[in-house]
């Protein structure tokens, strides 16, 4: 069973700083991987996607995947209330669809 | 902009009865899929398509089917609703490869008494 793990939270972060959200995953032999934001009553949308090891930035997000570890994890840099939300780390296994994790939700405090 | 359309945004149905969710994109995308989000579990595949008329079983199909008669159009389908299947349910395309990159309807919550 491919499986994809997140802390549930909530993880709370004071405005300004930086949110760390992590993510762990069963086989090595994965290759993409993706990062959904989803709001309270609002359907997922995609807002990170990484496929090579390393560090991929777009504005404030910053995606890090370490295929030998087999952890991905996203970093929202000087952290605003609207970034409080449910973070869905997925993972396509090669087998033509993503499998998702149950979700951080992340709380940003003013 | 992508957009993904599901018929209702609240259903309540009861026991037994025959349900149908519709999902709508206008993208022109190949890939539909069908997902059910309960609380601590996460979003879980039920079905998926990348064509007309084909369908792949996902990681929950008991107790759906789903139907894909035009591009744009995929629908799910409860044969006999029971009180496990009250849930949240998200239709999502993607453009094509290996299910990346989806875009999601607003949902269907489904209650059944």
């Known amino acids: 069973q491919k499986e994809v793990e997140q802390n549930s939270g909530p993880l709370s972060v004071p405005e300004g700083a930086i949110a760390s959200l992590n993510c762990t995953y069963s086989?090595?032999?994965?290759?993409?991987f993706f990062w959904y934001r989803q709001y309270s009553g609002k359907s997922p949308e995609l807002i990170m996607f990484?496929?090579?090891?390393g560090d991929k930035e777009d504005g404030r997000f910053t995606a890090q995947l370490n295929k030998a570890s087999q952890y991905v994890s996203l970093l929202i840099r000087d952290s605003q209330p609207s970034d409080s939300a449910t973070y869905l780390c997925a993972v396509n296994f090669g087998n033509e669809k993503l499998t998702f994790g149950t979700g951080t939700r992340l709380t940003i405090i003013p | 902009d992508v957009k993904v359309t599901q018929s209702s945004r609240y259903l309540v149905k009861r026991t037994g009865e025959k349900v149908f969710l519709e999902c709508v994109q206008d993208?022109?995308?190949?890939?539909m899929f069908w997902y059910r989000q309960d609380p601590g579990l996460g979003l879980r595949l039920i079905y998926f398509s990348y064509d007309v008329k084909m369908k792949e079983k996902g990681d929950i199909p008991e107790g759906y089917s789903v139907s894909r008669e035009k591009k744009e159009r995929f629908s799910l389908i409860l044969e006999s609703a029971s009180t496990n299947q009250t849930s949240m349910y998200l239709c999502a395309s993607s453009p094509g490869g290996a299910g990346e990159k989806l875009f999601f309807g607003s949902g269907t919550q489904l209650s059944v008494l």
């Open positions: 990484i496929y090579s090891n």
């Open positions: 086989d090595r032999g994965s290759q993409s």
């Open positions: 993208m022109d995308h190949e890939n």
